[in-house]
């Protein structure tokens, strides 16, 4: 069980610390969050790559199997 703060200092350095480690979370969120935007436009990019290459194929397709006048 932790202690109780008896005074007004005691509990002021308690929630400096409380402050202290919301702050470090912060910052190991915000950095979570900058390493997850570089996965998503990688991610983004193959998608897109990949349905470029099924574009082109159909389109290919097309081109060839037309009627020729």
């Given at each position: 069980?932790?202690?109780?703060?008896?005074?007004?200092?005691?509990k002021?350095?308690?929630?400096?610390?409380?402050?202290?480690?919301?702050?470090?979370?912060?910052?190991?969120?915000?950095?979570?969050?900058?390493?997850?935007?570089?996965?998503?436009?990688?991610?983004?990019?193959?998608?897109?790559?990949?349905?470029g290459?099924?574009?082109?194929?159909?389109?290919?397709?097309l081109?060839?199997?037309?009627?020729?006048i």
């Amino acid at each position: 069980m932790a202690m109780e703060p008896r005074t007004t200092r005691e509990k002021l350095l308690s929630l400096y610390g409380h402050i202290k480690g919301v702050k470090k979370d912060i910052a190991n969120m915000h950095d979570c969050i900058e390493n997850l935007g570089g996965k998503i436009d990688k991610i983004y990019w193959v998608l897109l790559a990949a349905v470029g290459a099924v574009a082109y194929l159909v389109i290919d397709k097309l081109i060839w199997s037309w009627p020729q006048i």
